[in-house]
């Protein structure tokens, strides 16, 4: 059975850092696309970050370039989004996701997702 669990999130005022952690079970990391969206209060469900199985591309969207950082533990089968510089506007359900074509390439679109994490909340304080 395919699971993805999210952890790492929390409270953490303006200008902090987290990790997000996304452990799967029922498949390797490895072989797959991982991608990490976030959906706050009253907004769409946004794309923040992505990768490629074997790490050969990743992705980020504009409003986490340069702040947010992608990267998977093999051994662990899991896959870390660290989190820089935060600011309230990040504060959202931080969600990871995998789409298991073997053709999937980043960034994810959000309808082609197979498997969907539970979620892990980040609030950012001012």
């Known amino acids: 059975q395919v699971q993805l669990v999210e952890s790492g999130g929390g409270l953490v005022q303006s200008g902090g850092s987290l990790r997000l952690s996304c452990v799967a079970s029922?498949?390797?990391?490895?072989?797959?696309?991982i991608g990490w969206f976030r959906q706050a209060p009253g907004k769409e469900r946004e794309g923040v970050s992505c990768?490629?199985?074997?790490?050969?591309?990743?992705y980020y969207s504009d409003s986490v370039k340069g702040r947010f950082t992608i990267s998977r533990d093999s051994g662990k089968n899991t896959v870390y989004l660290y989190l820089n510089s935060l600011s309230p506007e990040d504060t959202a359900v931080y969600y990871c996701?995998?789409?298991?074509?073997?053709?999937?390439?980043?960034?994810?679109?959000?309808?082609?997702?197979?498997?969907w994490g539970t979620g892990t909340l980040v609030t950012v304080s001012s």
């Open positions: 996701a995998t789409d298991l074509d073997p053709y999937a390439g980043c960034p994810l679109d959000g309808y082609s997702i197979d498997y």
């Open positions: 029922g498949f390797t990391l490895d072989n797959a696309v």
């Open positions: 990768v490629t199985d074997s790490d050969i591309h990743t």
